[in-house]
């Protein structure tokens, strides 16, 4: 005959362990969307796990025309059910923060690059997310209005 308590035993285990494996997850997690009711938590991994963009581009915040990579900004929204006639909030780990109308990402290839030049960002070369407009391809993008939507060091995106 089983005993009952070592059924109840394992099935807190389980139980334990599938808890331990989603805080570990949120843990390692870098972008998160909030959108009716729901956060998605997104790493690195997903991220780099998406269709992957480029741009080579030049901007106010870099000394010569660079290429990011990274998922477009458009495909995370759609993921999460944010379509082009809302406005979003970007904003980053120093809370630093900026509502932007999320039709930019239907309009334009905007990006979360997660790369500068094939190299991974760091915090200090404003990764791990940098929110990436294709300046050079779109002259109406090279206004101040958009250099102010280049979000880095991003960490979340909220629906409003």
């Known amino acids: 005959m089983r005993h009952p308590f070592k059924l109840l035993q394992r099935l807190l285990t389980l139980a334990l362990l599938i808890v331990s494996v989603s805080q570990a997850r949120a843990a390692d997690g870098i972008l998160t969307v909030e959108a009716d009711g729901k956060t998605t938590t997104y ?3 997903d991220l780099v796990n998406m269709p ?3 741009v080579t581009t030049i901007n106010d915040y870099v000394d010569a025309k660079s290429t990011f990579t990274g ?3 458009r495909d995370v929204l759609t993921q999460n059910g944010i379509d082009e006639k809302a406005q979003i909030k970007l904003v980053a780990l120093n809370d630093f ?5 999320a039709s930019d990402a239907f309009k334009y290839e905007v990006i ?3 790369q500068m030049n094939d190299k991974k960002m760091s915090v200090r070369d404003k990764g791990p997310i940098w929110v990436i407009y294709p300046m050079d391809n779109y002259p109406e993008l090279q206004d101040d209005l958009y250099n102010g939507r280049l979000v880095w060091q991003l960490k979340s995106i909220a629906l409003q």
């Open 43 to 45: 790493s690195y991994e």
């Open 52 to 54: 992957q963009a480029s």
């Open 71 to 73: 998922p477009l900004l």
């Open 97 to 101: 923060s900026n509502t932007i109308p």
């Open 112 to 114: 979360l690059a997660l």
